[in-house]
């Protein structure tokens, strides 16, 4: 009996164990994100804060970024200043919760024929956990701004998916099958949440406009009474209406006029499929199959006769590929005139997985239906290794896209440091955190008065490389350039005029080590008292010219604040495996 018992907490740990990786991994992202939030989302803040603080004028809330409704993440984003400073790690949180929501709702939408066994509802509870977290949305997981968007409008879609599909649960069946409801079991709450939910979603960003249709297609299939149908219907058209007759093609995007038909239909499959690779033939193909296999199952839902609880088991899945399938229709439209390249954006990803994720839950589902004993094990078999295929290639691509977002988020502390030494540099901060950098520097001085980030600390003691203004033991300096450590110390331009007795400049270079990685470069005066820091991960392709691809992001950038007495600058590179710092070629003279 203890044995059996120790064996079943071993198992249930294992089982947790499995289904929490993919909640891991995304926490793991999420703290690799960095402090200070990304691209859209200070154009979007601009318009309801400024240095009085939050607007009291609803115009500056309820407004369009590019052709989206955004009210609901501009309330996230005020709710967050209040509760972080406005860091971006908070952001993360608020899209990584609405997505732990989301999950308990796929959960409890799942067919009672896929909980037959305990292994069974293991797989099946793995699916759910590994595409609602799908890697491949880092883009959303570590930039908040994006996840509240993206997750938000998720979230509400499928509350208001759940709440319909709840409504249908309760329709009465006559003998005939034709559907009917009692007065008195009419369940208007349930009706309520899914206008609520719906109307939720559609002020958080636009993609939630294709539940709409859906919400009509089902009450018009189940015959909801007239007056239901017809409000769905009424309400649904008044919406879309308003936005599309309000609808303003924004600046920098290509009009629609002059799409190309071909390109949109490719750019769906593209879309659906880029969550496995990079590879946009391989994608497209994955995509059409995806198609293929979902109008399959959706004709034999909708037209062979089943039961009524056959149709409510598949409903909410089917629901949610369609909804996934009718933003990719939606992005084809708007987005396919950038390029084909474009549907493999990161930000895109949560839609794609919910698309896949509701197409194994209906494959799972139909192959128990249709098997039983050893023969539905081995049916499920060819699915496991499916399964695997798609998750390496999703963890695949999502490494890719972590890659590059966190490469970009390490150099955050530059941004801080040239705000606080009022430095502020617009090509750095078009680097490092979005394509336009207006909207961030116009808000600086708003930031500064009210201690936001990135001014919730004093980023020149508190960095990740060293404190300012402090000497540096000459035993852990290696005064003479290293061949392992290759690098050179290009310039110093300053940034302010020399006023009083300190100086701001910016330093730049470039340095790698294959053999010890480098952690950053400290800029040391004669005295090796450090006078500032820089950190690596800016693009060199002149240096990679020379000593090939491995340095194509070797430069490092930084900002040094002097002192009178400064007459030699030298670079020093910290190693990541070892304490000491070693110096790089070309000390420079202070310039006077």
Not at 40 to 68: M, Q
Not at 163 to 186: G, M, W
Not at 479 to 499: K, M, N, W
């Amino acid at each position: 009996m203890l044995i059996a018992k120790q064996t079943s907490v071993t198992w249930l740990i294992a089982v947790v164990t499995l289904l929490l990786i993919p909640v891991i991994y995304v926490l793991y992202l999420i703290s690799q994100a960095g402090e200070i939030p990304n691209f859209d989302y200070w154009w979007i803040v601009s318009r309801f804060y400024s240095t009085e603080g939050f607007s009291s004028d609803l115009r500056d809330w309820f407004f369009r970024n590019n052709e989206h409704i955004v009210l609901i993440p501009s309330l996230v984003y005020a709710l967050n200043i209040v509760l972080t400073q406005g860091s971006n790690l908070g952001l993360c949180l608020f899209a990584f919760s609405f997505a732990a929501i989301q999950a308990i709702l796929l959960v409890a939408l799942l067919p009672q024929q896929v909980q037959q066994s305990v292994s069974l509802l293991v797989l099946v509870l793995f699916c759910v956990s590994v595409f609602n977290f799908t890697p491949a949305a880092a883009h959303n997981w570590m930039r908040g701004f994006s996840g509240t968007i993206w997750m938000g409008a998720n979230l509400f879609v499928i509350a208001a998916i759940f709440c319909i599909t709840r409504a249908v649960e309760r329709l009465n069946v006559k003998p005939d099958r034709q559907y009917s409801y009692h007065a008195v079991s009419l369940p208007l709450g349930w009706v309520l949440g899914s206008f609520i939910f719906a109307l939720f979603g559609t002020l958080n960003y636009s993609t939630a406009l294709a539940v709409w249709p859906i919400l009509c297609a089902i009450a018009l299939l189940f015959r909801f009474p007239r007056l239901l149908s017809g409000l769905y219907l009424g309400v649904s058209t008044l919406v879309l209406l308003l936005y599309f007759l309000t609808y303003e093609t924004p600046p920098h995007h290509p009009e629609l006029a002059r799409l190309s038909f071909g390109e949109m239909l490719v750019y769906v499959p593209i879309y659906l499929g880029a969550i496995f690779t990079y590879q946009l033939q391989f994608a497209a193909f994955l995509g059409i199959v995806g198609l293929v296999a979902s109008a399959i199952f959706a004709y034999y839902w909708f037209c062979l006769p089943r039961s009524h609880a056959f149709k409510v088991a598949w409903l909410p899945w089917l629901a949610i590929q369609t909804y996934t399938f009718g933003t990719a229709l939606m992005a084809a439209v708007s987005r396919s005139g950038f390029g084909l390249g474009q549907a493999r954006s990161s930000r895109y990803a949560s839609l794609p997985a919910l698309f896949w994720l509701g197409l194994l839950v209906i494959l799972i589902a139909f192959l128990v239906q249709q098997f039983s004993g050893r023969l539905q094990g081995r049916s499920l078999l060819p699915l496991y290794a499916a399964l695997g295929f798609l998750i390496w290639g999703m963890y695949g691509v999502g490494d890719e896209n972590y890659q590059e977002i966190s490469r970009r988020a390490s150099l955050q502390p530059l941004v801080a440091l040239s705000l606080q030494m009022d430095a502020p540099d617009p090509t750095l901060v078009q680097e490092v955190v979005g394509n336009r950098p207006e909207a961030f520097l116009g808000l600086a001085e708003a930031l500064k008065r009210n201690q936001l980030v990135p001014f919730t600390r004093d980023i020149a003691q508190d960095n990740p490389c060293i404190p300012l203004d402090r000497a540096l033991d000459p035993n852990f300096l290696t005064a003479e350039p290293q061949s392992d450590v290759p690098g050179y110390f290009d310039a110093i331009a300053l940034r302010t005029d020399i006023a009083g007795d300190r100086a701001i400049a910016q330093v730049t270079g470039w340095a790698k080590s294959a053999n010890h990685g480098i952690r950053c470069i400290a800029i040391l005066n004669q005295d090796n008292m450090v006078r500032g820091f820089a950190l690596t991960g800016f693009s060199r392709p002149d240096v990679a010219e020379t000593m090939g691809e491995d340095y194509q992001w070797s430069g490092w950038k930084g900002y040094i604040r002097s002192s009178p007495e400064d007459r030699q600058l030298t670079a020093y590179a910290a190693l990541k495996d070892r304490q000491s710092w070693v110096a790089l070629q070309n000390p420079h003279p202070f310039p006077k």
